[in-house]
């Protein structure tokens, strides 16, 4: 064989040589990248389908975010996207909220929501007033189906959390059999209590609180004399005059005392219910609070007040005695305490004339958490809830920054999603344990994040640090908590919850207040409570909403 021939024998199988390497090449890359794409889809897949399982690459949604006055109380730097959840969420998920809105207050936020529906520009997760907002984006086809994500990417303690509110909660939600929505839980409160300036009181030589009539003498007493010296007001109260389970500053208790109930629909028989604003019981309330007023025990004004302006008056020293809640030293008696270091407050409770304590349950599916319709990741509202509320506040996993936040004292609003997750008897439950700490220490070793932190500024109380912050910790959650404890509140609907009975259109409620509002007043007689009553059902009737 000649040379030339061999030569071109040799180059002709290198070639084939370097196309087969080529070909081999593409086909290893080809099976390279088919298996990292497999691998990625895996790694998606189970991301979507877990609890706790990060993604692989970070998660962006945008959200309507409801803020508080002040930055929430965060540390200085923080801001609504760039805090101690969101790093977390962002370090142990690897998600990452977008605020497209950013509005103070509920009132001022769901009125921002509405308009967002009406427009049909809806970001990708955002909180509704209620049920009956679900029901409507529902309806409209503008929400997600979350209930594969609630089955697949919720962890087990957070579905018991659900269950402990029996299965009407999520019912409230679930459409055609669908799951529409992610409810805050709305842990039981126990009743409102009587927050009394103590050193005022004892100062007056008056006797501790425990009837109406007890309540009566103190304010009388603290208008008479003005031991602050700059004009006592009586008792603040809000126009609406009771409460919606999430404010201060109603007479819930005088009504209680009346077995009264207005504003929510109570159980009449086995398949009826009446509702609370138009009893007898109410009749004789509202007859009892025109008293107060005409005597001067109201608040002249208490029309006109909002929340806010009642605290100031408080921190002002215009205002020695209210009702509140549990909670009530973080807002808006701790901001009171640090203008008067010397202020003395202590709570109260309220008996009936046979000595019993009642109160009910509010409503336990506002806000709810929704997703729009198309979002690809649905079940993100799944795993932030057990991030924030399971695995931060229960395992303690990396979450010291948020450690630091609560005791701070840092507003809930900080949070990407301003709902709560918790048990029904948290409350009561997580004071036991802080309590039990505070006098056996070991017991400190089982508490989650939420009793340890607490906890450490009780002890710090204790200990004589007067810090407003550790006076609020120990005085809502060991004084205001356990004394409702051995009160024995009695809920008056705690086996029925009929939450599709709760909502009214806001000139049915708007009525009401007006209604209450000329009553006590006195404006117009007693006898217009009957007036009110057939107006309202008249109009109930014509909008089709009386059961």
């Not at 002890?459 to 910790?473: E, K, M, Q, S």
Request: charged share 25%.
């Amino acid at each position: 064989m000649s040379h030339s021939k061999r030569g071109a024998q040799a180059i002709a199988i290198g070639m084939i040589c370097v196309l087969l390497g080529v070909i081999s090449f593409e086909i290893d890359s080809g099976v390279a990248e088919q298996e990292a794409n497999e691998k990625a889809a895996t790694s998606w897949e189970k991301a979507e389908r877990s609890p706790l399982i990060p993604y692989p690459e970070t998660v962006t949604y945008t959200l309507a975010k409801m803020t508080a006055s002040g930055n929430s109380g965060m540390p200085d730097g923080d801001t609504y996207e760039d805090n101690a959840y969101t790093r977390y969420l962002k370090k142990t998920l690897n998600v990452q909220n977008e605020d497209v809105l950013e509005v103070s207050g509920d009132e001022n936020y769901y009125l921002y929501i509405q308009r967002m529906i009406a427009e049909n520009n809806l970001p990708d997760v955002m909180l509704v007033s209620g049920p009956e907002e679900v029901e409507e984006l529902a309806e409209y086809g503008m929400i997600e189906d979350l209930s594969d994500a609630y089955q697949e990417a919720t962890s087990s303690r957070i579905k018991s959390m659900y269950s402990s509110y029996g299965k009407e909660l999520l019912e409230s939600v679930t459409i055609d059999g669908k799951l529409m929505a992610l409810p805050s839980t709305q842990v039981y409160y126990g009743c409102n209590l009587f927050w009394v300036r103590e050193d005022w009181r004892k100062e007056l030589g008056l006797p501790e609180p425990s009837t109406l009539a007890d309540v009566e003498q103190i304010i009388q007493a603290f208008r008479e004399n003005d031991p602050g010296g700059n004009g006592n007001i009586g008792l603040p109260c809000v126009a609406t005059l009771y409460g919606d389970g999430s404010s201060n500053f109603s007479v819930d208790p005088v009504f209680a005392a009346f077995h009264a109930y207005p504003g929510i629909w109570l159980q009449d028989g086995d398949d009826s219910y009446v509702y609370g604003s138009l009893t007898e019981e109410t009749r004789q309330a509202l007859e009892y609070l025109h008293g107060w007023y005409e005597n001067g025990i109201l608040d002249q004004d208490y029309m006109m007040r909002t929340p806010g302006e009642i605290g100031e008056l408080i921190r002002d020293n215009r205002c020695g005695a209210f009702f509140g809640w549990w909670w009530a030293p973080n807002n808006p008696l701790i901001e009171a305490v640090e203008a008067n270091p010397g202020a003395e407050w202590k709570p109260y409770v309220i008996a009936d004339e046979y000595g019993e304590v009642h109160s009910y349950i509010y409503g336990k599916t506002s806000p709810c958490i929704v997703v729009r319709k198309g979002y690809e990741h649905s079940e993100i509202v799944m795993k932030i809830m057990t991030a924030l509320f399971d695995n931060a506040r229960y395992r303690h996993d990396g979450s010291e920054e948020i450690d630091l936040y609560q005791k701070r004292g840092v507003d809930i609003t900080a949070r990407p999603l301003v709902a709560n997750c918790d048990f029904s008897n948290a409350v009561f439950t997580t004071t036991d344990h802080i309590w039990l700490a505070l006098h056996y220490p070991r017991q400190t070793d089982s508490m989650n994040s939420l009793e340890s932190a607490y906890y450490d500024s009780c002890r710090r109380f204790l200990d004589g640090d007067r810090d407003p912050v550790y006076w609020a910790a120990y005085a809502s959650r060991i004084q205001a908590v356990r004394l409702i404890e051995e009160a024995d509140v009695s809920y008056v609907n705690e086996d029925y919850v009929p939450y599709s009975h709760r909502e009214l259109p806001q000139d049915m409620t708007d009525m009401e207040t007006l209604a209450f509002m000329k009553i006590i007043t006195g404006e117009e007689p007693i006898s217009y409570f009957d007036i009110f009553t057939e107006s309202w059902k008249k109009n109930m009737i014509l909008e089709n909403l009386l059961y």
